[in-house]
């Protein structure tokens, strides 16, 4: 007994060996790491059934109870016997693929220890099968609860191994034969099997949490590309945005050339192939049209099946993934690669996982287009409340000088009508440069001023270089108005309007100070905040420039009235620094 355990080491060293090389081989790593189909198991049945067939083949001769150490065991004379580390392939079989794959190794290792004959043969086929059976069953039942460990696989094999000795003893005649090989056998091979799956297992093992921390590296890299390449796709499907994607991507994956298409072109392709990938023109690859009309993602590892029509392509696979916003597919990511092998398990996850995310993307940008595209219009509605507060009061003014100056009067309305064709352009916009709004005033106030002479007197300060800075239209001008029409409304002179226009740090300062009657705090309290209700105009102007520096600005720009009955009102603005080119 003693000296069958180095024996049966080395027989268990071999299995070990070779399990060693298989976990290096990408394909074995796979049919580890990944849920087994049909396909899958059946692979699995062949590999363990393999380790089987050289266990027997590598098994150790004993006859009239003395071991012979030969090196390759082709058949047994019938009075002997083996042993092997046959139940250590079966058992780990059945332990990972369950009762399926522990049957198939099962009938493939002991049929092939029945054909090498020996007067153990029938009781060895049918504990290999028995083994594979019952380890099956265990493995997915454990496995579901609380994952298989080392330790307790070895706690099966062992108790198989140790189930081989009692059938072998139950069904092999004479007894007293198969006693005094039980005695020999017994301890070496439930130890050394033992020994055998403790090792291969911890093989397993290392496989698996290489999986987990390629999962958390592929995880890392697609929240990574995600964060890098969210700027660009809230631009939405177009080339210059899918040409940064493709590039980042690129450096990121393993990948020899990404593609970025819309449902009619490519956008984007760097990489290999480049030269007749060409982004502007159509689809070179059938591959591409077949996932836009499906939707589904589609992988190739053969050339033919990309369908490009240029001879020499490098490209010898791809994996296809629909772009889709609100569940159309707008367009494809496609990942190259010249090499077939380098298309594996988690580089396919990963271009999945980043086909949902930039889906998501496009999906968001959209929706912040629509917003966009809504805040754009309610801007244009408070904008368009301007213009008829202006021309009725100018229509009136007109009005009243035609009565006594005809002439004027006529000048009056070209310079409204000259006035009106830049309002009306304007309108078609969010920002303008200072300068354009301060013709506007000057020409509102060519138009007041000629009703009222001495009632007021407009000053302008504003600091020079300033001009072209960038500020939303009709933002002055209605202020302007305001106090032309309420601060004055009880003078008929002395009245004071100050226009002051400076810059502060990255901002525009806007002020505008009147020293007209002020207002109550109870009259303060609701402006900008809401429109107001006025004997004159609509009662909306200070109310639509908030709402509209709101708008353009997104919280940056800011708004200050302060007054004080019968010592004026000042409103200040101030408004991020942008400057016309």
Same mark, same amino acid.
């Given at each position: 007994m003693?000296?069958?355990?180095p ?22 790593r ?7 189909g049909?396909k899958g198991?059946?692979?699995l049945?062949?590999i363990f059934?393999a ?10 001769e ?11 065991l082709?058949d047994?004379?019938p009075d002997?016997a083996?042993a092997?580390?046959?139940?250590l392939g079966?058992?780990?079989g059945g332990?990972?693929?369950g009762p399926? *794959? ?7 290792a ?5 054909t090498l004959?020996g007067f153990?043969a029938?009781?060895c086929?049918?504990?290999?099968i028995?083994t594979?059976?019952v380890?099956?069953y $265990?493995?997915?039942r454990?496995?579901k609860r609380h ?12 108790a198989?191994e140790?189930v ?8 092999t005649?004479?007894f ?5 090989l039980?005695e ?10 033992? @020994?055998?799956?403790?090792?291969f297992m911890y093989?397993?093992?290392s ?11 592929q995880t #890392?890299n ?6 890098r390449t969210l ?5 939405g ?5 899918c040409m ?7 450096q990121?994956?393993?990948a ?5 298409t819309?449902?009619?072109? *490519?956008?984007?392709h760097?990489?290999?192939a480049s030269?007749? #990938?060409i ?5 070179v690859?059938?591959?591409?049209k077949?996932v836009?009309n499906?939707g589904?993602v589609?992988?190739?590892r053969?050339? &033919? /099946? ?19 916003? #609100?569940e159309?597919?707008a ?5 190259y690669f010249?090499?077939?092998?380098? @298309?594996?398990r ?5 271009a999945e996982?980043l086909?949902r995310?930039f889906?998501t993307?496009?999906e ?5 287009l629509?917003?966009?595209l809504l805040?754009?219009?309610?801007i244009k509605a ?5 213009h ?12 009243a000088?035609?009565?006594?100056d005809? &002439?004027?009067?006529r ?19 969010? $920002?303008?440069?200072l300068?354009?709004?301060l /013709?506007?005033v000057?020409a509102?106030l ?8 001495h009632?007021?007197?407009?000053s302008?300060r504003?600091?020079?270089g300033?001009?072209?800075?960038? $500020?939303p239209?009709?933002?002055i001008?209605?202020?302007?108005e ?10 008929k002179e002395?009245? *004071?309007?100050?226009i002051?226009?400076?810059t502060?740090?990255?901002?525009i300062?806007?002020t ?23 004997s004159?105009?609509t009662?909306?102007?200070i109310y639509?420039i908030?709402?509209r520096? &709101?708008g353009?600005?997104n919280?940056k720009a ?5 007054s ?9 603005m ?6 016309s080119?």
């Open positions: 003693i000296h069958l355990l024996l049966m080491l080395e027989r268990v060293g071999i299995i070990v060996i070779i399990a060693f090389l298989l976990s290096q081989i990408k394909s074995f796979q049919i580890i790491q990944t849920d087994r049909v198991k059946w692979l049945v062949a059934g380790f089987g067939i050289v266990s027997n083949y590598t098994g150790i004993i006859k009239q109870n003395a071991l012979f150490d030969n090196t390759w082709m047994v004379d002997n083996i092997s580390t046959r139940n079966v058992g780990i332990l990972l693929g399926f *794959v522990g049957f198939g190794v099962g009938m493939i002991g049929i092939h220890r029945y004959g153990t029938g009781a086929a049918v504990s290999s028995l594979g059976i380890a099956g $265990i493995g997915k454990y496995k994952g298989i460990t080392p330790w307790f696989a070895v706690g099966v094999g062992m198989m140790t081989q000795m009692l059938i072998i003893l139950a069904f005649k004479p007293e034969k198969a006693w005094t039980v020999i056998i017994g301890v070496p091979m439930v130890i050394m099997n033992g @020994l055998g799956i403790l090792i093989i397993i093992q496989i698996l949490r290489e999986e987990e921390r390629t999962r958390a590296l #890392h697609a929240f990574m590309i995600a964060d700027p660009f796709f809230r631009r499907l177009n080339k210059d945005s940064e994607v493709a590039n980042i991507m690129l990121l994956t393993e020899d050339a990404v593609a970025i819309n449902d009619h072109r *490519v956008l984007a760097i990489g290999a030269d007749h #990938h982004p502007g023109k159509a689809f690859t059938g591959l591409t077949d836009l499906k589904t589609m992988t190739t053969k050339k &033919e /099946e990309i369908f490009c029509f240029h001879d020499d392509c490098p490209l010898q696979a791809a994996v296809v993934l629909p772009l889709k916003v #609100h159309k597919t367009g494809t990511l496609k990942m010249t090499n077939p092998e380098k @298309l594996d988690v580089e396919q996850e990963l996982g086909a995310l889906s993307q496009l968001l940008a959209e929706a912040e629509q917003s966009e805040k754009n219009a309610e408070l904008q368009a409340q301007v008829p507060h202006f021309l009725f009061n100018s229509i009136n003014t007109i009005s000088l035609c009565r006594t005809i &002439e004027k009067a000048k009056l309305l070209v310079e409204l009508g000259i006035f009106f064709r830049s309002n009306l352009q304007g309108a078609r916009q969010f $920002i303008i440069p300068e354009k709004e /013709e506007y000057r509102y060519s138009l007041e001023q000629a009703r009222f002479p009632k007021y007197h407009v302008f504003i600091e020079p300033v001009e072209k800075a960038l $500020i239209p009709f933002t001008q209605p202020l302007v305001n106090a032309v029409l309420h601060a004055f409304s009880k003078i002395g009245g *004071v309007v100050d002051h226009v400076c502060v740090g990255e901002g300062h806007i505008v100070e009147d020293n007209g009657k002020g207002m109550t705090r109870g009259e303060l309290e609701p402006l900008g905040k809401k429109t107001v209700k006025s004159k105009g009662g909306t102007a639509n908030s709402k520096l &709101e353009i600005y919280m800011a708004m200050h009235i302060h004080k009955v019968n010592a004026g009102t000042k409103i200040e101030i408004v991020p620094l942008k400057r080119r």
